[in-house]
């Protein structure tokens, strides 16, 4: 997979050189190109943005140097061929964005080649993104509802997610099963608590289950704990759940965790229900 990302500050991707990513480039299974956008300056001041029609605190990036940033790192690959019909798809971080999820990340996963476009200040002038938008896929993306100074952050972000999808990248490719969120029989339920040696730390024993030997039991126990961990957490997914993806056993769970089933089949709780 190829990413391009386009930046004021390249020394924030730093990181892409470091841990699953850094050996994922190591190894060639992800081409990563970081483009300093005020390469494509070209004023004294390498000057990226201005200040905001019909006035407004803060400054808009311009329209110019994204144009032929954006430009460059496309041809680039053109040429090389590496384009052809799973083109590239531009991803523009922004808290205004579709969110960024584990089921986008796989999405994501599957295309070839991503460019990013970081921004900063309030973001980049609207008529860059409606040029691209007619030329390849453009997602935008938040990463949560909270506000950045900048997208590189985000980038960081969404290409962890991105590249430990890819085939080869994990060592274990069995790792991202039982993820939370992964997509299969632990969907929408978050990862339950996890153990190591020694069985015994501070006092504090592993649960037995664990070392029982029997993959029946230890399964249903790791499912009974997702839906502990999500019932605490992210009460909106069990609401949200299918509820013909629940066998006896995870409706007794969640009957202990204090939640009702509606004629509709959805789970509901009482505001008060404690958690157990
Ligand atoms: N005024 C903008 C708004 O409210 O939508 C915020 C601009 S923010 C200060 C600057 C840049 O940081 C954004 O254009 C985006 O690239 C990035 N950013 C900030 N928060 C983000 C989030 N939650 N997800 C993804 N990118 C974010």
Redesign the pocket.
């Known amino acids: 997979m190829r990413l391009d990302i386009v930046t004021i500050f390249p020394e924030y991707l730093e990181p892409l050189n470091v841990s699953l990513v850094g050996k994922a480039r190591a190894r060639g299974q992800l081409d990563v190109r970081v483009h300093d956008l005020r390469r494509w300056t070209y004023d004294r001041h390498h000057t990226v943005d201005d200040t905001p029609y019909g006035g407004g605190p803060?400054m808009v990036m311009k329209t110019e140097p994204w144009g032929e940033a954006l430009d460059t790192a496309l041809a680039d690959g053109y040429e090389a061929g590496a384009g052809g019909p799973g083109g590239p798809a531009l991803v523009?971080?922004?808290?205004?964005?579709r969110p960024f999820t584990q089921e986008l990340a796989v999405e994501l996963s599957q295309r070839p080649w991503l460019l990013f476009a970081?921004?900063?200040?309030?973001?980049?002038d609207r008529r860059v993104v409606d040029e691209y938008a007619t030329r390849m896929p453009v997602y935008e993306?938040?990463?949560?509802?909270?506000?950045?100074?900048?997208?590189e952050a985000?980038v960081l972000v969404i290409t962890e997610a991105v590249a430990r999808l890819l085939p080869g990248v994990l060592g274990n490719a069995e790792s991202h099963r039982d993820d939370s969120f992964a997509p299969g029989a632990m969907a929408d339920l978050l990862e339950g608590p996890v153990y190591t040696k020694p069985p015994v730390w501070r006092g504090r024993e592993i649960p037995d289950v664990l070392v029982s030997g029997h993959h029946g039991r230890i399964a249903r126990w790791r499912r009974d704990e997702a839906f502990r961990r999500t019932s605490a957490h992210r009460p909106d997914l069990i609401e949200r759940c299918d509820p013909a993806a629940l066998d006896k056993k995870d409706r007794e769970m969640l009957s202990i965790l204090g939640w009702r089933q509606g004629p509709d089949g959805r789970f509901w709780r009482d505001a008060d229900a404690v958690e157990q």
């Not at 523009?92 to 964005?97: A, C, E, I, Q, Y």
């Not at 970081?118 to 980049?124: D, L, M, T």
């Open positions: 803060g523009v971080p922004t808290p205004s964005g970081p921004a900063r200040y309030e973001g980049i993306v938040s990463i949560g509802d909270y506000v950045l100074a900048g997208g985000a």
